[in-house]
Protein backbone atom coordinates (compact mmCIF):
# COMPACT_ATOMS: atom_id res chain seq x y z
CA UNK A 1 0.00 0.00 0.00
CA UNK A 2 1.09 3.34 -0.79
CA UNK A 3 1.05 6.14 1.03
CA UNK A 4 0.92 10.14 0.49
CA UNK A 5 1.25 12.57 3.17
CA UNK A 6 -0.31 16.32 2.30
CA UNK A 7 -1.48 18.91 4.04
CA UNK A 8 -4.40 21.07 3.05
CA UNK A 9 -6.43 24.41 4.35
CA UNK A 10 -10.33 23.69 4.24
CA UNK A 11 -11.59 26.83 1.87
CA UNK A 12 -14.96 28.36 3.15
CA UNK A 13 -17.10 26.36 1.43
CA UNK A 14 -15.61 23.37 3.52
CA UNK A 15 -13.79 21.58 1.06
CA UNK A 16 -10.01 20.22 0.50
CA UNK A 17 -8.32 20.31 -3.35
CA UNK A 18 -5.23 17.81 -3.65
CA UNK A 19 -3.24 18.50 -6.30
CA UNK A 20 0.31 16.36 -8.13
CA UNK A 21 -1.04 13.57 -6.16
CA UNK A 22 1.19 10.47 -6.60
CA UNK A 23 -1.60 8.32 -8.09
CA UNK A 24 -2.61 7.30 -11.52
CA UNK A 25 -5.85 8.22 -12.86
CA UNK A 26 -8.78 5.91 -12.42
CA UNK A 27 -6.90 4.31 -9.46
CA UNK A 28 -9.32 3.94 -6.49
CA UNK A 29 -8.05 5.41 -3.23
CA UNK A 30 -9.06 5.90 0.53
CA UNK A 31 -9.02 9.38 2.19
CA UNK A 32 -8.29 10.04 5.75
CA UNK A 33 -8.90 13.08 7.15
CA UNK A 34 -7.15 14.58 10.37
CA UNK A 35 -7.13 17.62 11.89
CA UNK A 36 -3.59 19.16 12.19
CA UNK A 37 -4.02 20.78 15.92
CA UNK A 38 -2.76 17.64 17.52
CA UNK A 39 0.53 17.23 15.57
CA UNK A 40 1.13 21.03 15.88
CA UNK A 41 1.01 21.16 20.23
CA UNK A 42 4.01 19.04 19.98
CA UNK A 43 6.48 22.13 18.91
CA UNK A 44 9.32 20.69 20.25
CA UNK A 45 10.16 17.27 19.09
CA UNK A 46 13.58 17.41 20.32
CA UNK A 47 13.15 18.79 24.05
CA UNK A 48 16.81 17.43 24.94
CA UNK A 49 18.57 19.42 22.23
CA UNK A 50 20.77 21.89 23.63
CA UNK A 51 20.58 20.70 27.60
CA UNK A 52 23.90 20.35 29.04
CA UNK A 53 25.58 16.64 29.28
CA UNK A 54 27.59 15.59 32.12
CA UNK A 55 29.79 12.06 32.17
CA UNK A 56 30.70 11.49 35.95
CA UNK A 57 33.94 9.10 35.69
CA UNK A 58 33.14 7.99 32.08
CA UNK A 59 36.27 5.61 31.85
CA UNK A 60 34.91 3.81 35.00
CA UNK A 61 33.11 0.04 34.35
CA UNK A 62 29.81 -0.38 34.63
CA UNK A 63 28.44 -3.36 36.52
CA UNK A 64 31.74 -4.62 36.24
CA UNK A 65 29.85 -6.93 39.63
CA UNK A 66 28.10 -8.39 36.74
CA UNK A 67 30.68 -10.45 35.12
CA UNK A 68 31.47 -13.90 36.54
CA UNK A 69 34.97 -13.97 35.04
CA UNK A 70 35.64 -11.17 37.79
CA UNK A 71 33.99 -13.32 40.67
Known amino acids: MKAYRAEATVSDDKSL ?3 AVPFRAGDT ?3 IVLEA ?3 Q ?3 NP ?3 RG ?3 RYDD ?3 PVAESD ?3 LK
Do not use: G
Open 17 to 19: VLK
Open 37 to 39: SER
Open 58 to 60: PTE
Open 46 to 48: YPL
Open 29 to 31: VEV
Open 41 to 43: QAK
Open 67 to 69: WDV
Open 51 to 53: TPI
